[in-house]
Every structure is written in structure tokens, then in C-alpha cells.
Nanobody, 125 residues
Framework: QVQLVESGGGLVQPGGSLRLSCAAS????????MGWYRQAPGKQRESVAT???????DYPDSVKGRFTISRDNAKNTAYLQMNSLKPEDTAVYYC???????????????????WGNGTLVTVSS
């Protein structure tokens, strides 16, 4: 089992920045990919950033250029730096961990088996 604990959410004005953290513990050897997902009220959970153990990353177009995922393997922690935040970024953000593969320098697939409890990010003036 892997336990994930997110932190860093809060209220921020449009155009502002936040950094989320996700600390993993437990059977870390069983995972090679971590990711951040978000779920807004009335919407499905969506991926916003994924990173493999070798540092390969992937983002959807909606956040590309604004969000950056990173990880510190020594601390078993993943981060999500969010800049130029918009009201539509408001959601509960979840950290996920699981397995994935890289092909041709890109993440070919990623499956999250473990989830944190989420942290609320509100972008509002």
C-alpha cells in the first residue's frame, strides 16, 4: 500500500500562484509514476500533470505552460507549481500514484492505483 498526503491548497486571486505538495509513504517501490488530478463541482476528475520516475512529464493543453510537475525521489514527494491561475482552475486537486511507461520520450500510459484525500484550490477575487 502507498499513502499519499497532499498539502498547499488555498485561496488565490486570478493570475496568482500556488504550489501543491504530495508526500508518499509505504510501498514506494511499487510505483513509478505520480500525477495530479482535479475535480470541479459537477465535473469528472481530469489529469493535469503526470511525471514518471525518470522525470518524463505530460500535461493537457488546458494547463500546459502554466503548471509544472516535479518530484524529489529522495523525499518521495511530488510537487505541482501552478502559475497564472484562472477561476476555471478552481477544484479539489488530488495526488495519484501508480504505474506507467515511457515510449519514445513520451508517457505512453499511466494508471493510478493510489489516491490522496485531495486539497481545495479556489481561484477568486
Amino acid at each position: 500500500q502507498v499513502q499519499l498526503v497532499e498539502s498547499g491548497g488555498g485561496l488565490v486571486q486570478p493570475g496568482g500562484s500556488l504550489r501543491l505538495s504530495c508526500a508518499a509513504s509505504g510501498s514506494i517501490f511499487s510505483i513509478n509514476v505520480m500525477g495530479w488530478y482535479r475535480q470541479a463541482p459537477g465535473k469528472q476528475r481530469e489529469s493535469v500533470a503526470t511525471i514518471t520516475s525518470d522525470g518524463t512529464t505530460d500535461y493537457p493543453d488546458s494547463v500546459k505552460g502554466r503548471f509544472t510537475i516535479s518530484r524529489d525521489n529522495a523525499k518521495n514527494t511530488a510537487y505541482l507549481q501552478m502559475n497564472s491561475l484562472k477561476p476555471e482552475d478552481t477544484a479539489v486537486y488530488y495526488c495519484g500514484a501508480g504505474q506507467g511507461a515511457v515510449r519514445g520520450g513520451k508517457i505512453a500510459w499511466a494508471a493510478m492505483y493510489y489516491w490522496g484525500n485531495g486539497t481545495l484550490v479556489t481561484v477568486s477575487s
